[in-house]
Structure formats: structure tokens, C-alpha cells
């Protein structure tokens, strides 16, 4: 019997699960790669900022995987809606849910309900023009930003706020959110962390990248940074970063129009405003075992925008055993939730980690399946099962050749120097793939 395995998600981790399984199975197997939208790759295309095209360069990768043999890419195919998890593990002989974190941590304090406050999912969903985000409106007229968080997705949205438009035009930032960020009035972006600098989540490469900005310039108070001897403590990586704030902090205030405000020690305890956000209310902190405890000393960061970078949550599946504290789902440090279901990728080790953290992810989740079963199939319906139980419902699903249909259309509309204008619109894409 062939070997067939349901991947869902095709981001990163679903595609290095199907890589792994390609070598194991050497394309004896049927591997379909499921995605809620009519498009591959994931956080690659919807995550990953526009102005970091190096990164994107994977998807070629990933390309030769969804044109290996005995894989397919099925799109538009939502999970819950146009199939159940029971009905996928009738037909297929394990299913790994590759689903990734697409859900904001809340952030839990008054008035984090406000107009104006968003989480992190939605504003890097809206300049990447993701479909469930691209209508958004963003309001921009405001002279300050507080984005909240130390890692580098707050880099990434300062950074976006920052850049001219010049520098975005050769970015693939979406057409809407260009135009937007055309006549931005923010001029003062406040990375708002609880901690310190020794603390920070952000990397060498991002924390630079910030000192290269045409119109911005960013901003540590030396007090906040720790005597110089501390960082031979740090690991090489945040060392380097630590170095960088350390030449914001001794670079002398330019004239450039933007600012970005490092503001260590914060910790973001309202949003007030009328009707709307217009001021950040924030805690002084100090460190006690390495916890950010409030002093009460409170201060306003006047912004209409505010972003929380703080972390994600995987969804729900009504039946998977969920880890509700950490956010995803249960299983094993394998990915094995029980034999034939399984996660792979920030759905199983949540939110952390580069693109290529996700590869080992994949073969251990391979390995596991093996394990369970042997590697031979149990002799469900498979893709064929899929495809007839997706036709009886009327659901139009869209394959890789669709998606090359796709592309080229975004390559033929991009902007001069861009690499692609994104549709953003499901209706958009299946019109267009007729
Ligand atoms: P992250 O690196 O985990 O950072 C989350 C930040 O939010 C931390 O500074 C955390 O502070 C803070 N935080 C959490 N809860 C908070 C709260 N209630 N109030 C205030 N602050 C809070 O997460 P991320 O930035 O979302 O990034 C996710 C992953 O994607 C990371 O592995 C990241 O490196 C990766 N990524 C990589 C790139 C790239 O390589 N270019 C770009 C974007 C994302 P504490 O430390 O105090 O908890």
C-alpha cells in the first residue's frame, strides 16, 4: 500500500515535513500539502518582512519539493470547514498539523480594545497583504508609535514605519500598505520593552540594519544599558546586538525627520485615549532574578498606533489536545500528539526560531511517523479519498500549477524594482485562475 501523509500548513514547517518525508519515502509516498489559501509558503510570503527578500529565496526550496514526486499543494481546503481532522485521518495514514502560530498573544491590560491598538499578526499581515488582514485600516496619522515587545517582529514593524517610501518601493510590500505608509505622520516609534537590553530577543543583523536607515535614527538612553563588563557574560549573538545599542547610545542626535525610541524598563500597563488610542500608559521597571517588577513610576507615550510584538498562539482543533500555556498543541518532543496525528514547526514548539529551526522539526516528525507505522500504508483512500470528499462539497481547490499562475501575475504588476505587486484577495486569485 502506498504511504500517504496530510500536511497541513504549507509554511515553512509543512514544507520540511514534506521534504523530509520525500527522502525517507523517496517518492513512494503521497504527500499533500494542505493550505487554508489559494497560496503557498506561509509566514515566507505573509510573515517574513517584504524588505528581506534574501530570506524569501527559500521558497525556490520549496518549489522543488511541491514539484517532487507524489507530492501535491492543495489550496483553498480550510480545515474545520472543508474537512474535518477525523475525516483526513480516515483517508491518510498520519497527518501532521503544520498550522503555525497565527494568533497574537492578547496583551490583557485596559484598553488594549481600542481603536488603533492591533496585534502584531494583523499589522505584518497587513503590509504583507495577507487576504485576512489586507483591508485593514491602519491609521497613520499620528506622530507617535509604541510598539511593544523585544524581538524582531517589533524590529521588523519599526523598521516598516521608518523606511521611506523609496526604500519600500523595492520591497514586495503591498501596493495598499505602500500608499499608506506614503503619507505616514508617524515620526517618533517607541520599541516599548519590559526588560533590558541584556534580556532582548532581537538579532545582530535586524539591530543593525536599524543604524542604515535613510530617514531614521534610533535612540538608547545609555542609562539603561549595563556596564560595559556585563556583556562578556552574553552569548556572541546578543553580544553583538548589545554592541549595537551601545553606538545608538553614543551616537550623537542627528537631523533625520524619524526616531526610534528604544524604551527599555517599560512595561505597558494601559491604552488611554477617546475613543481611541492615544497615549501608552507605562511602568518603570527594574530586574529581580531576571523578572521585570513595576516600580510605580508611570509614564505617557503619546501614539495613535500601537503594536503588540509580544508572541503567538497556535489555533485550536476542537478534538486535538491543546497545550493552553504554552499555546500549542500537546505532543511529544517529537511532534507526536498520538500515533497518526502529529505537529511540526511553531505549532509544536511554538513561536521561536529561525525559518531553518523548522527543518529538524520535519525529519523528527518523519521519524516518529516511521516509527509508529512501520512506513507502510494502511490502505486509506488517500489524495483520491481528498479530492472526491472535496468535489462532493463544492470546494475549488487550487494546485501548485495554479500558484505559478498566481505568481506570474504578481511578477507581471510589480512596481519598478519590485519583485511582485501580491494579489490579496482570495476572489482576486480564483478569478484569475479561472
Ligand atoms: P519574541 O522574540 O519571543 O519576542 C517577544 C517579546 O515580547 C519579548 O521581548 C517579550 O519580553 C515580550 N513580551 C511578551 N509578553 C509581553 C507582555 N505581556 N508585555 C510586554 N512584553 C511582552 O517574539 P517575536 O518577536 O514575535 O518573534 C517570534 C519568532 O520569530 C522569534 O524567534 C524571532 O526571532 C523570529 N523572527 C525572526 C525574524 C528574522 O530572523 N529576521 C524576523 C521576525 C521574527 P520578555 O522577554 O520579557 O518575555
Known amino acids: 500500500m502506498t504511504f500517504s501523509i496530510a500536511i497541513i500548513g504549507a509554511g515553512p514547517a509543512g514544507y520540511y515535513t514534506a521534504e523530509a518525508a520525500l527522502k525517507h519515502w523517496g517518492g513512494a509516498a503521497h504527500v499533500d500539502i494542505i493550505d487554508r489559501l489559494p497560496t503557498p509558503y506561509g509566514l515566507i510570503r505573509a510573515g517574513v518582512a517584504p524588505d528581506h527578500q534574501s530570506i524569501k529565496a527559500v521558497t525556490k526550496r520549496y518549489e522543488a519539493t511541491s514539484l517532487g514526486e507524489g507530492v501535491r499543494f492543495v489550496g483553498n481546503v480550510n480545515l474545520g470547514a472543508d474537512v474535518s481532522i477525523d475525516e483526513l485521518l480516515g483517508l491518510y495514514d498520519a497527518v501532521v498539523l503544520s498550522v503555525g502560530a497565527p494568533h497574537d498573544k492578547p496583551l490583557g491590560i485596559p484598553g488594549d480594545d481600542l481603536p ?13 497583504g495577507h487576504p485576512d488582514f489586507a483591508g485593514l485600516d491602519i491609521d497613520l496619522s499620528h506622530h507617535g508609535a509604541a510598539i511593544i515587545g523585544n524581538g524582531n517582529v517589533a524590529i521588523d514593524c519599526a ?11 523595492i520591497s514586495d510590500i503591498a501596493g495598499h500598505a505602500h500608499h499608506q505608509l506614503e503619507g505616514s505622520g508617524v515620526r517618533d516609534v517607541h520599541i516599548v520593552g519590559r526588560r533590558g537590553p541584556h534580556q532582548a530577543s532581537f538579532t545582530t543583523k535586524e539591530m543593525g540594519e536599524l543604524g542604515h536607515l535613510e530617514r531614521a535614527q534610533p535612540l538608547v538612553r545609555a542609562p539603561d544599558l549595563p556596564p560595559l563588563e556585563a556583556d562578556a557574560a552574553l ?17 550623537p542626535r542627528g537631523d533625520k525627520p524619524i526616531t526610534i525610541h528604544f524604551e ?5 500597563v494601559a491604552v488611554e485615549g477617546n475613543g481611541k488610542a492615544e497615549r501608552l500608559i507605562v511602568e518603570t521597571t527594574r530586574l529581580e532574578d531576571g ?16 503594536i503588540a510584538c509580544i508572541g503567538y498562539r497556535t489555533a485550536t482543533i476542537a478534538g486535538v489536545p491543546y497545550d493552553t500555556g504554552r499555546g500549542r498543541f500537546a505532543s511529544d518532543d517529537t511532534g507526536r500528539i498520538f500515533p497518526g496525528l502529529y505537529a511540526s514547526g511553531w505549532a509544536r514548539r511554538g513561536p521561536s526560531g529561525t525559518i531553518g529551526t523548522n527543518r529538524p522539526d520535519g525529519f523528527s516528525v518523519v521519524d516518529a511517523i516511521v516509527a509508529d507505522t512501520g512506513g507502510a500504508g494502511k490502505g486509506g483512500a488517500g489524495p483520491a479519498g481528498l479530492d472526491a470528499l472535496l468535489e462532493g462539497r463544492g470546494v475549488r481547490v487550487t494546485h501548485f500549477a495554479h500558484w505559478q499562475g498566481i505568481d506570474a501575475a504578481e511578477v507581471a504588476r510589480a512596481r519598478p524594482g519590485a ?15 479561472g
Open 264 to 268: 527599555f524598563f517599560r512595561r505597558p
Open 235 to 251: 552569548d556572541p549573538g546578543l553580544r553583538k546586538t548589545v554592541t549595537h545599542l551601545r553606538s545608538f547610545a553614543a551616537t
Open 116 to 128: 488603533g491598538v492591533w496585534g502584531s499578526a494583523a499589522f505584518v499581515g497587513w503590509y504583507n
Open 419 to 433: 519583485p511582485r505587486e501580491k494579489i490579496v484577495s482570495v476572489a482576486e486569485m480564483l478569478g484569475l485562475i
Open 291 to 306: 523578572v521585570a517588577v513595576g516600580t510605580g513610576e508611570l509614564h505617557a507615550i503619546p501614539c495613535g498606533l500601537v
Open 159 to 169: 523598521r516598516i514605519l521608518a523606511k521611506t517610501p523609496a526604500e519600500l518601493a
